[in-house]
């Protein structure tokens, strides 16, 4: 297996238990940033900092420049605050393709 195909696999897992537990929001599942980290480094075979650059490159998750994060607005909290968001649509790609035969 290489190690894209590793990734690929271990994200779709990641994303459906996270589907299970909150659902999907405007094609987002939004995450704690710590269970997010959490999920990523329980497989080390990167680190974290790598994993996460190679999720914002290949639009695994919603972020903004600077950070694997967005603003949300939290609506317990009635603030915004930063939250991982795994995108949805192309978790639906990767794992349609991921099913295909040749």
Not at 40 to 62: C, Q, S, V, W
Not at 68 to 93: F, G, H, M, S, W
């Amino acid at each position: 297996m290489t190690l894209l195909e590793f990734v690929l696999k271990e994200y779709l897992s990641i994303v459906k238990l996270l589907e299970k537990r909150y659902g999907v929001e405007k094609e987002r599942i939004i995450v704690e940033k710590e269970e997010f980290k959490q999920l990523l480094e329980e497989y080390p075979y990167i680190g974290f900092k790598a994993k996460t650059r190679l999720y914002k490159d290949m639009n695994l998750i919603i972020h903004d420049k600077t950070s694997y994060t967005i603003p949300y607005k939290d609506k317990e909290l009635k603030k915004a605050v930063r939250k991982v968001a795994i995108n949805y649509k192309t978790y639906q790609t990767i794992k349609f393709f991921h099913h295909q035969k040749m």
